[in-house]
């Protein structure tokens, strides 16, 4: 059983960034930042394969969020600039313990809790 607990949540202004961070109790092949808006289904935002590095961004991020590791604090991070008001939301962390990593939730063993964003315009 893995454990995850975010941190970094807030609230700031668009076109302002934020850091999310992700501490997890042990490693997994796939750690990946999920997203829920008020009203709307779960999203992939990005994940990062820890064994090769390999990192998938969805479209609505690329360019202004980045996906980090630090494997020997066993943390990931979510740098997040440019921020918009839709991307306001609960983030979650998730680890995959599978032999792929991707945006899809079905592939993640467990999650976090959840930090809240939120951007005002």
């Known amino acids: 059983q893995v454990q995850l607990v975010e941190s970094g949540g807030g609230s700031v202004q668009a076109g302002g960034s934020l850091r999310l961070s992700c501490a997890a109790s042990?490693?997994?092949?796939?750690m990946g930042w999920f997203r829920q808006a008020s009203g709307k289904g779960r999203e992939g935002v990005a994940a990062?394969?820890?064994?090769?590095?390999?990192?998938y961004y969805a479209d609505s991020v690329k360019g202004r969020f980045t996906i980090s590791q630090d494997n020997a604090k066993n943390t990931v991070y979510l740098q997040m600039n440019s921020l918009k008001p839709e991307d306001s939301a609960v983030y979650y962390c998730?680890?995959?313990?599978?032999?792929?990593?991707?945006?899809?939730?079905?592939?993640?063993?467990?999650w976090g809790k959840g930090t809240h964003v939120t951007i005002s315009s």
């Open positions: 990062i394969y820890i064994g090769g590095g390999t990192t």
């Open positions: 998730a680890a995959g313990e599978g032999g792929y990593c991707s945006l899809g939730a079905g592939g993640m063993n467990y």
């Open positions: 042990g490693i997994s092949n796939c």
